[in-house]
C-alpha cells in the first residue's frame, strides 16, 4: 500500500488575495511630502532630504550654492 497515491496529490494555493494592498494611498502621501523644490530646475525634493544631498544638487546641476537653488530651506 502506499504506491502511486502521490500522483493524486496537486498543489492548489491561491495567494494572490494580498497582491493589492494600498499602493495607491502611499502616491498621494509622496506628493504631500514634497515640499523642497529647487527655484532653479524646479525638481522638487521631500521634505526629509539631507543638507549634504541639496548642497550636492546645486553644485553638481548648477554650479551654485545650496541658498541660491533653495533659498526656502532651513538647515
Ligand atoms: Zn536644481
Same mark, same amino acid.
Given at each position: 500500500?502506499? #504506491?502511486? +497515491?502521490? +500522483?493524486?496529490?496537486?498543489?492548489?494555493? #491561491?495567494?494572490?488575495? #494580498?497582491?493589492?494592498?494600498?499602493?495607491? *494611498?502611499?502616491?498621494?502621501? #509622496?506628493?504631500?511630502?514634497? *515640499?523642497?523644490?529647487?527655484?532653479?530646475?524646479? /525638481?522638487?525634493?521631500?521634505?526629509?532630504?539631507?543638507?549634504?544631498?541639496?548642497? /550636492?544638487? *546645486? /553644485?553638481?546641476?548648477? *554650479?551654485?550654492?545650496?541658498?541660491?537653488?533653495?533659498?526656502?530651506?532651513?538647515?
Amino acid at each position: 500500500m502506499g #504506491n502511486g +497515491a502521490k +500522483a493524486a496529490q496537486k498543489r492548489e494555493r #491561491n495567494t494572490d488575495k #494580498n497582491a493589492s494592498k494600498g499602493s495607491k *494611498s502611499q502616491m498621494k502621501t #509622496n506628493e504631500a511630502a514634497k *515640499s523642497i523644490v529647487c527655484t532653479i530646475c524646479k /525638481q522638487a525634493f521631500f521634505v526629509t532630504t539631507r543638507q549634504p544631498a541639496l548642497e /550636492q544638487h *546645486s /553644485q553638481d546641476r548648477h *554650479s551654485k550654492v545650496l541658498a541660491e537653488c533653495f533659498p526656502d530651506f532651513k538647515a
